[in-house]
């Protein structure tokens, strides 16, 4: 048996680099993702276009029911910003994109109407697109420690990342990493709760993935502050451009300095790991040498099933 964790699926720095074959696998699935996103909104719109098809001139607008939310997204409107508008801000916005963008578009404005709805979607949807591989990442990273828990045995909480609830476990456990924050079990006998995106007091930062050695209750009680309660921090990298790479590393590099450091000063020395889906050579290389000098506990590439699987075990059995 390895002495070290990330010798179970490490021989090397090589191992970590990313492929040809991976890179190209990952754009298919980031494209694959934008379209799924996307088509809620291609849906809206269609049911815009259909509505506002009953109008005759871009007057008549304003008299179909049902409709306004539509016309304030296209006249360039975001969901937040209505937050922030009364009934008659409404109303001048939608009043004064019909005079000046739909009755010049003559008898295409039922297609200026979906065209300029879409703009504005489009352009939430690229905001959200920026961490797509982040969240392809925490996708594919929990639904390995569900495996890996599930083949041995072992029920398990999960915390929904909107409500903050708790749920058991059930016997279908599809999808639910789409919408899981945190994750909870036993190891011999001892609580474990996993949580992503927790910003750490000691820290006073964010980091992408905390295990601790207390139940959700006792987490909540103690906020997080308790520094003994942590077992190992993560980062995760799921952007797939092998041009953002080096980036992504000094960034997750430069978090876990900041662990440590903070950690360090409290003389605790809980394990560190990072895991990476777009992992050049030269990254690869210092990655193998903050791993053989003991920066790093462990580490692994998003992309190899092997490694991930391996690093999913390793956490479940701290």
């Not at 963008?101 to 109407?113: I, M, Q, S, T, Y």
Request: overall charge neutral.
């Amino acid at each position: 048996m390895p002495s070290r964790p990330y010798q179970n699926h490490l021989r090397s720095s090589d191992d970590l680099v990313t492929t040809y074959e991976a890179t190209r696998a990952g754009f298919v699935a980031l494209a694959l993702e934008k379209n799924r996103r996307a088509t809620p909104h291609v849906a809206e719109a269609r049911a815009l276009q259909e509505a506002a098809s009953k109008a005759t001139t871009p007057a008549d607008l304003l008299t179909i029911q049902g409709i306004e939310s539509g016309l304030l997204t296209a006249a360039g409107l975001s969901d937040k910003s209505l937050v922030h508008l009364l009934p008659e801000d409404k109303g001048g916005a939608i009043n004064g994109f019909i005079k000046n963008f739909l009755e010049p578009a003559g008898e295409k404005f039922v297609e200026e109407l979906v065209f300029r709805f879409l703009l504005t979607r489009g352009d939430a949807l690229g905001g959200s697109m920026r961490n797509i591989g982040g969240a392809l990442a925490h996708r594919k990273l929990t639904r390995a420690i569900i495996s890996t828990l599930t083949i041995a045995g072992v029920r398990y909480r999960w915390q929904h990342s909107k409500t903050k609830h708790w749920a058991d476990m059930t016997d279908d456990d599809s999808e639910i990493e789409f919408s899981l924050r945190g994750l909870s079990w036993e190891s011999e006998g001892k609580p474990r709760t996993l949580i992503y995106n927790l910003t750490v007091p000691l820290v006073k930062n964010n980091v992408d993935m905390c295990l601790f050695n207390l139940s959700p209750d006792e987490l909540q009680a103690t906020e997080h502050k308790s520094a003994k309660s942590y077992l190992a921090l993560g980062e995760l990298k799921g952007g797939i451009d092998p041009a953002g790479a080096d980036e992504h590393w000094k960034t997750a590099r430069a978090a876990l300095d900041r662990i440590r450091e903070a950690f360090s000063k409290v003389r605790h020395s809980p394990r560190i790991f990072f895991v990476g889906a777009a992992i050049e050579k030269k990254m690869a290389n210092e990655i193998w040498g903050q791993l053989k000098n003991g920066l790093l506990t462990n580490a692994a590439n998003l992309n190899e099933s092997n490694q991930i699987a391996s690093v999913s075990r390793w956490l479940c059995t701290l």
